[in-house]
């Protein structure tokens, strides 16, 4: 059977409502439930703002506002976050095709590598258990889009959204700037010259809608929104276990059994570096796709915190990467590359499981050693992947 | 009414016999040898008697109590059920200063008791709490010998006594509605047993000093208790006085064998479950009652129906290092699951984040309404309940030489509550303990059934708790010295290797200059379109 466009929509459609019910079935019957505690999180503060309070009257919700009001139809139909978040995924999917088709690739290649996304499980569970990744994607896959379509403003204005929703989105900022070249310059010549129209009206759309969003949200639900959707995750010291590098540093260092290490708070350095000014500086202008995918992959490698939710804000972006990619010429440096990254993180959760369902203490050299491998091999796959741009 | 009252109640066993020997009373002292029994001393005085007037004055209601750590056995009438461990409760007035109070608490009662002002305590329905885990009574009896000695001169020898007593409580309501105590703080010591020797002597004109012995003589589980023997009041008495009445007490204890165990299931991480066994007869203690009340207007018989209705209750003591999601336990109680029926609060600290460094309060309480299990209907089955709470602990500060925490987490107190239209009152007992705690998270008027904890009795042979042990596993600070280094060697070899591959490309296509040119690109066959391909 032929891969058509309609087929593969179709099946990925088909997959996530597999998917769906049977996480229906795993929440009735089994003991661990199928639907992820972040998908009670946006449910309960939806909730609340239907009920005319905040979405911050529920715990631990770090979100914009705006998510809590999408999923507003959850109060009737609980099921409607979830629809939501397969269709962004469904949406980006599509987007894909779009972009390939602008790139230039053959059908057959993009249908191929969109499937990356579309039918890959691990995307297809993460957005049936309700987490919101599914919906970024969409943006982001969006914001991309319209720069290839040359729809400069609506491109701007959909990266202000993406960053209002997620902050992180804002390193894709300096890659599209930097990646602008083609229009005529607004500024005459000489250094000046760099400013040109498109890239006017990408920083004003896209600042704008920032700025617009933010304010609205501020105005409306003042000092709670800024604190738990910004200032949060800013100041955040997770030192709950997870995937980062820097976890097991944090813990004792957050603790009072130890002056704080000046390390942590230089973490951003390095990650907003190189994800944020030398990635898009050294490749933006080779090709824009690819490397808003290396972007993404080094923010996340090199973030405080990392869950696995996190590598979906990269795997969205891999199908551009593929086509040319050093991983698939070399089959077996790709084959090596998946099998390192499941290792790792098998490792660690391995690591993980023993800490939270055995209660013995793995922090140390398990998990920080396992952190660290996983680290090591993520750093690997980058360099491939940039040298490859 | 005089403005010091003390009151020795020895509660003895029906075989007891007072002879020469055992009592001797005579104008202005008794001697007591070796009486064997249960003893409770309650003190009450007026509030000018007391040194420092600030603290106690400024609030409207306190209860200061310290239950000892092992185990002892709760004798009628003083069956009510408490963790062990420091209980400070208080209802302050409007303006209030805390960080008065708590440096009070630290001098007066116990200077271990961690406290610096409001955010040390939990905001409950009735007021602040605060548990502390330590139970030395040593300063709080001082503060009180300091207190009383100008009046009571011999309050020394009481306080010497009551360092051994298993139950110390120190209390002040001035909204009380029993006169005799309004405004007047109480202090009270319980000893579950003892063979008492010691000499009372009488007070004074402002100071009655009263003995009783006692022994239950009836007991009715739906309704009133009978105690009678012989009171005294030192220096009015020249013989002892026989007494005998009924009243109807707030606490007991069930009267069915109805034990609980509590435990973690094992293994558990960080995510243990608190799992309560229930055996035996879990049936309700009282049934609905009829009041028939003669005698209206024209000398009819009026039948009412009164009505009692009994609810199951656990209510948990949680220290901070561990915690309930109340999100999780009201799905429990949604779905009628872990054998809750209802969450009736969580009050206290129940971040679900916060490492246990950042908690300002003690910890956290939860009140729970229980689902009692269908009694069996032939003889020889054995019901059961099981109440299984999910709950958290809380990573705790990493510290040398060590990858597990060792915390005591207190058992619950289970019990029923039961109350209705026609309840007594029950302020007229002599014995009544009604006051912050919770007693007052339920309605007043409310009877407390205690389910019976298994555990035996604490002897100096084999001391017993009723403490359910935690282990929580922590990263050793040995690791420090290897993980700060090598978390930024490692991140900064990773930045290098990036930095390394990036210039391999670069030299590859020859600079930034030839890349911002045309040139095809390497995915697509043909090139087309614009430069940002």
Redo the contacts between chains.
């Keep these: 059977m032929k891969l058509t466009t309609a087929r593969l929509l179709i099946s990925a459609a088909l997959m996530r409502v597999a998917f769906f019910f049977y996480g229906v079935y795993q929440d009735e019957h089994a003991e661990i439930r199928f639907t992820d505690i972040d998908y ?1 999180v946006f449910t ?1 503060a939806s909730k609340f703002t239907a009920q005319g309070g905040t979405p911050y009257d529920r ?2 919700y770090r979100y914009t506002p705006i998510l809590a009001w999408l999923l507003l139809p959850t109060t009737q139909y609980f099921w409607f976050g979830k629809l939501l978040f397969a269709l962004g995924d469904i949406v980006a999917g599509w987007l894909m095709l779009r972009i390939f088709q ?5 059908n057959d290649r993009a249908l191929k590598f969109a499937s990356v996304w579309l039918l890959n499980p691990m995307v297809a569970t993460i957005s049936t258990r309700g987490s919101s990744e599914g919906l970024l994607g969409a943006m982001v896959i969006a914001l991309l889009w319209a ?2 379509e ?1 729809q400069i403003v609506l491109s701007g204005a959909l990266t202000g959204y993406a960053v209002h929703f997620k902050i992180y989105p804002i390193i894709y900022v300096p890659s599209i700037l930097w ?4 229009s005529p310059s607004i500024l005459g010549n000489g250094i000046l010259r760099w400013v040109n129209k498109d890239r006017v009206k990408f920083a004003l759309s896209s600042f704008m809608t920032f700025t617009t969003l933010t304010g609205a949200m501020y105005y409306i639900y003042g000092h709670p929104f800024l604190l738990h959707t910004y200032l949060h995750h800013l100041s955040r010291s ?3 276990h997870n995937f980062s ?2 976890n ?2 944090l ?8 002056d704080e ?1 000046p ?1 942590p708070s230089l ?1 951003f350095v ?1 990650q907003l570096f ?1 994800s944020g000014i ?2 898009p ?3 933006a ?4 796709a690819k490397t808003m995918f290396v972007q993404t992959f ?1 923010f996340v ?2 973030n405080k915190v990392c869950t696995s939710q996190y590598f979906m804000w990269y795997i969205v972006l891999l199908p551009f990467y593929l ?2 990619s050093a991983m698939l010429k070399n089959k077996w440096l790709g084959i090596w590359g998946l099998i390192l990254w499941t290792l790792a993180q098998a490792l660690w959760l391995q690591q993980g499981f ?12 398990g998990i ?1 050693a396992a952190t ?1 491998i996983f ?2 091999v993520n ?2 796959i ?3 992947a ?4 | 009414m005089a403005s010091i009252r003390q009151r020795h109640t020895f509660i003895v066993h029906s075989q007891f016999r007072d002879t020469a020997d055992t009592l001797n009373l005579s104008k202005d002292k008794l001697t007591l040898n070796d009486v064997p029994g249960t003893r409770q001393d309650r003190l009450i005085v007026t509030t000018d008697h007391l040194k420092e007037r600030d603290i106690l004055q400024a609030v409207d209601n306190i209860r200061i109590e310290i239950v000892s750590r092992e185990n002892f056995a709760h004798i009628a009438p003083f069956n009510r059920q408490l963790a062990w461990g420091t209980h400070i409760n208080v209802v302050p007035t409007e303006i209030f200063n805390w960080n008065g109070f708590c440096k009070w608490i630290q001098s007066s009662v116990n200077s271990e008791i961690a406290c610096i002002g409001q955010q040390s305590f939990i905001e409950v329905p009735y007021g602040y709490y605060l548990h502390s885990p330590y139970t030395d009574s040593s300063q709080l009896l001082s503060y009180i010998e300091n207190n009383y000695s100008d009046a009571k001169p011999d309050i020394v020898s009481e306080v010497e006594e009551a360092s051994t007593a298993n139950y110390i409580s120190l209390s002040l309501n001035k909204n009380s509605t029993d006169n005799k105590t309004a405004g007047r703080l109480i202090a009270e010591a319980y000893w579950y047993y003892g063979r008492w020797t010691k000499t009372v002597k009488a007070g004074g004109p402002d100071h009655r000093v009263e003995v009783g012995l006692l022994g239950k003589i009836a007991d009715d589980p739906q309704g009133e208790l009978t105690y009678g023997g012989i009171l005294a009041v030192i220096g009015e008495n020249e013989q002892f006085v026989p007494t005998l009445f009924d009243f109807s007490p707030r606490h007991r204890s069930v009267y069915q064998p109805a034990v609980y165990y509590p435990d973690f299931r094992q ?5 243990p479950k608190h799992l309560t066994t229930v055996l035996g007869d879990i049936s309700p203690p009282r049934k609905k009652i009829t009041a028939i009340d003669v005698g209206g207007e024209d000398g009819e018989i009026d039948v009412s129906e009164a009505t009692t209705s009994c609810g199951l209750y656990g209510y948990y003591v949680l220290p901070n290092f561990i915690f309930v999601d109340k ?1 999780q336990v009201s799905d429990l109680a949604d779905a009628q699951a872990g054998g809750i029926k209802r969450v009736v609060g969580i009050w206290g600290e ?4 916060i ?1 246990v ?1 950042m908690v300002e309060k003690w910890g956290s309480t939860m009140l729970l309404e229980l689902i009692p299990p269908e009694q069996p209907l032939l003889a020889g089955g054995m019901p059961h309940l099981d109440i299984e709470i999910p709950m958290h602990s809380r ?1 705790e ?3 040398w030489n060590t ?2 925490v060792k915390h005591d987490v207190p058992w619950p107190t289970l019990f029923w509550a039961c109350n209705g239209s026609a309840e007594p009152d029950m302020a007229t007992s002599p014995f009544d303990s009604n006051g912050l705690g919770h007693e007052y998270l339920f309605d007043p008027g409310t009877m407390f059934y205690y389910l019976h904890p298994n555990q035996t009795i604490s002897n100096p042979v084999n001391k017993t708790y009723l403490v359910t042990n935690l ?1 929580i ?5 040995e ?2 010295k ?3 280094p ?3 060697i ?6 290098m ?6 210039f ?3 030299r ?2 020859g600079g ?1 200059r030839k ?2 040119g045309v040139k095809p ?13």
């Design positions: 009670f309960d715990a631990t602008l790139r230039g690739l053959s720069v290839y040359k990646a602008l070249d083609s997770d030192h709950r590098p820097y097991i540093l813990y004792i260092s957050a603790s009072p059994s130890v290490s390390y973490a390095p190189i030398f990635l500086l050294m490749l202008k080779k090709d824009l080094a490698t090199f086509p040319s023993e800490l939270e369902y055995l209660g013995n203490s793995t922090f140390f050299p920080f660290l680290f090591s750093i690997w980058l360099g491939v940039i040298e490859d741009i | 293994p558990y991480g960080l995510h999100y129940t971040d679900l984040e490492p460094w990573y500060v990493p510290r990858t597990r282990n596993p922590v990263v050793p600070l690791a420090y290897y993980v700060q090598w978390t930024v490692v991140i900064l070899l990773g930045c290797w990036i930095f390394y591959k990036a391999l490309g670069f590859r296509d930034i890349a911002s690109d390497k995915d697509k066959l043909e090139k087309k379109g614009p430069k940002t391909e």
